[in-house]
């Protein structure tokens, strides 16, 4: 399959319109892009996610997977618990707070800076002609398809198609949350490097299956997503407390 350039990928990502509240009730939410995940050939796993709406506020995260299958989060944002960790916390050997830098410096090209651990990313957003037709058909479909497994399967099994190895849109959490990954445009990423604490972390990579954090299947190729994501909260043990939405979301 021939890659084509994105192009306007800045402009799209800077404009989503804002919801302000959860796709379906009694759910919490996150809304917004960034990395699904991108292997690279030394073992190595980068995921960004770009939340700028979710049912606690506005954040940013990078995970890092090293080549011995340990799972970091780094959280640009007020708290760990109502970010990335929230729902893969349980799941990672390392969870802590960084700054998180994002520049565009072309049409489809991203840097991503880390201040500690130091990471300098860069990465190009690639399409097909198959990747836009499929983002045609996604961007068509009402949102109650999601709630239909049968249809959730069909897509896994495009993605499968296209490379992205055995993926699983929803499924139980490492935190107990039942989640529901909806991305509606995905890009390839087959052109990055990166660099995390002064290691070069190879080149990106198709591996042969997934990579998984706790039980949850990520892709097997570097793919960036323009989507949300819905969260059913487990039942709290008795004595606790879930932390209570921001003022401006009410998912």
């Known amino acids: 399959m021939a890659s084509r350039t994105v192009r306007g990928l800045p402009a799209r990502l800077q404009d989503l319109p804002a919801q302000g509240r959860a796709p379906w009730p009694g759910h919490e939410y996150a809304r917004g892009w960034g990395v699904f995940a991108l292997?690279?050939?030394?073992?190595?796993?980068?995921?960004?996610?770009?939340f700028p709406e979710s049912s606690f506020g506005p954040y940013r995260a990078v995970w890092?997977?090293?080549?011995?299958?340990?799972?970091?989060?780094?959280?640009?944002?007020?708290?760990?618990d109502t970010a990335c960790s929230r729902y893969f916390g349980p799941a990672v050997s390392a969870s802590g707070h960084a700054r998180i830098g994002l520049d565009?410096?072309?049409?489809?090209?991203l840097r991503v800076t880390m201040d500690s651990p130091a990471l300098e990313w860069t990465l190009t957003a690639t399409s097909t002609r198959i990747l836009a037709l499929l983002n045609a058909m996604s961007a068509a479909m009402p949102q109650f398809t999601w709630?239909?497994?049968?249809?959730?399967?069909?897509?896994e099994r495009l993605a499968g198609a296209l490379g992205?190895?055995?993926?699983?849109?929803t499924g139980t959490m490492p935190s107990g949350h039942t989640g529901t990954l909806m991305p509606g445009r995905m890009y390839f990423v087959d052109d990055a490097r990166a660099t995390l604490d002064g290691a070069d972390l190879g080149q990106p990579a198709r591996w042969p299956?997934?990579?998984?954090i706790g039980a949850v299947p990520l892709p097997a190729r570097g793919?960036?997503?323009?989507?949300?994501?819905?969260?059913?909260?487990?039942?709290?043990?008795?004595?606790?407390?879930t932390p209570a939405p921001s003022g401006r979301s009410a998912g």
């Open 104 to 109: 565009w410096t072309g049409p489809a090209t």
């Open 209 to 212: 299956a997934s990579p998984v």
């Open 223 to 241: 793919v960036l997503a323009i989507g949300q994501a819905v969260f059913a909260p487990p039942r709290p043990a008795e004595g606790e407390r």
């Open 164 to 169: 992205m190895g055995q993926l699983r849109l």
């Open 39 to 50: 292997p690279f050939d030394s073992g190595h796993v980068l995921v960004l996610r770009v």
């Open 64 to 80: 890092h997977r090293d080549p011995a299958g340990r799972w970091s989060i780094y959280v640009d944002g007020p708290r760990l």
């Open 147 to 155: 709630r239909l497994r049968p249809l959730v399967r069909a897509r």
